[in-house]
């Protein structure tokens, strides 16, 4: 079974810096496409970063550009994102969820095209 847990979420003030993992086990592979995504109440689930197997391919929503960094460290099947300069509009359940498909970068930002999911973890941002 696998399995996609996130951890590290809370509450910090704008401006502040927080570093979200996201533990894989299970019937994983490290050649898996992994994202972050992100969900605000009554809003849509929305790409925030992805990474490739390797590490050497990485993309980001404009709205994160210059303040998050996604990152993996595949020999603890662990997926990171590192949120600095955090603002109130970051505000949000962020997922973790990985694609198994090798697809050309352009597709990952597609959230229908991921294959498994965490439960979420709650970021919240106060002014």
């Known amino acids: 079974q696998v399995q996609l847990v996130e951890s590290g979420g809370g509450l910090v003030q704008a401006g502040g810096s927080l570093r979200l993992s996201c533990a894989a086990s299970g019937r994983t592979s490290n050649t898996w496409t992994m994202g972050w995504f992100r969900q605000a109440p009554g809003k849509e689930r929305e790409f925030v970063a992805s990474i490739n197997w390797s590490g050497t391919r990485t993309a980001y929503a404009d709205s994160v550009k210059g303040r998050f960094t996604i990152s993996r460290d595949n020999a603890k099947n662990t997926l990171f994102l590192q949120m600095n300069s955090l603002k109130p509009e970051d505000t949000a359940v962020y997922y973790c969820?990985?694609?198994?498909?090798?697809?050309?970068?352009?597709?990952?930002?597609?959230?229908?095209?991921?294959?498994?999911w965490g439960q979420g973890t709650q970021v919240t941002v106060s002014s």
């Open positions: 969820a990985a694609d198994t498909t090798d697809r050309n970068p352009h597709l990952h930002r597609i959230p229908s095209l991921y294959d498994y």
